[in-house]
């Protein structure tokens, strides 16, 4: 079974278009997390969400409109789709949000191409 | 604020021979530091983590990472590498990010490629 599942794993789609990313953990984990990794392998984190809870949100646009509805979910809107917005984004959790532990599980990415 | 430099972009070997891949760090307060691996099209794997008490971690694959506070470093070593370990390697910090909320900081990463 996949510890943290998302799908898509590709998404390719036009500028000005909306786009949903979703994520699913099964290892009972009360934090999760989306980080993007840019063309340089830079990774960034995104959203953190603590039990359905937002707690940190990284000075990114209000376009990314992540949601939690249950803490084995977390999903990541998209609106107004830029180039910029290329990338793979991970989906990760933890224990808790001392994040030690077992540290990070991380999804297997989804690669968004903006053409 | 907590931060990990990683000083290699990408690391070329030869097969069975060793490696280093070179993690500093800066902090002021306790650090937790960790290496990830992520192999080509794949999400990122936790590799070893440095927490607390014996400042020689290892890995089951063979790597091994020291806590070196008096150099704020955190090298990744193994003795002899495979073809199989060519992937890019990263070193992270776990950062406090606001109230009791923390976050884990990613370096810039090692590409390690192993050639035959």
């Known amino acids: 079974d996949t510890a943290v599942s998302q799908t898509p794993k590709y998404l390719v789609t036009q500028m000005g278009n909306d786009k949903s990313i979703k994520c699913e953990q099964n290892?009972?984990?009360?934090?999760m997390y989306w980080y993007k990794q840019d063309s340089k392998k830079f990774l960034k984190i995104m959203f953190s969400?603590?039990?359905?809870?937002?707690?940190i949100n990284e000075t990114v646009p209000n376009r990314f409109s992540p949601k939690s509805p249950d803490k084995a979910h977390l999903n990541l809107h998209i609106n107004s789709l830029e180039l910029g917005d290329s990338a793979v984004y991970f989906c990760?959790?933890?224990?808790?949000?001392?994040?030690?532990?077992?540290?990070?599980?991380f999804g297997s990415g989804t690669r968004l191409t903006v053409v | 604020a907590q931060s990990v430099t990683q000083l290699d972009s990408q690391v070329p070997v030869f097969e069975e021979a060793p490696v280093e891949l070179r993690c500093n760090y800066s902090?002021?307060?306790?650090?937790?530091l960790f290496w990830y691996v992520q192999y080509p099209n794949q999400g990122l794997q936790l590799l070893l983590k440095?927490?607390?008490?014996?400042?020689l971690v290892e890995s089951i694959n063979g790597f091994e990472a020291e806590f070196n506070k008096s150099q704020t470093s955190f090298h990744l070593r193994k003795p002899s590498v495979h073809i199989s370990d060519t992937a890019e390697y990263f070193c992270?910090?776990?950062?406090?990010?606001?109230?009791?909320?923390?976050?884990?900081?990613f370096g810039k990463g090692t590409l390690l490629t192993v050639n035959p």
């Open positions: 990760a959790s933890s224990q808790d949000i001392q994040g030690l532990g077992y540290g990070y599980t």
């Open positions: 290892l009972g984990h009360d934090t």
């Open positions: 969400y603590n039990n359905k809870e937002l707690i």
């Open positions: 902090s002021s307060v306790s650090v937790y």
């Open positions: 440095y927490l607390s008490g014996s400042t």
């Open positions: 992270a910090v776990r950062q406090p990010s606001g109230g009791s909320n923390y976050k884990l900081t």
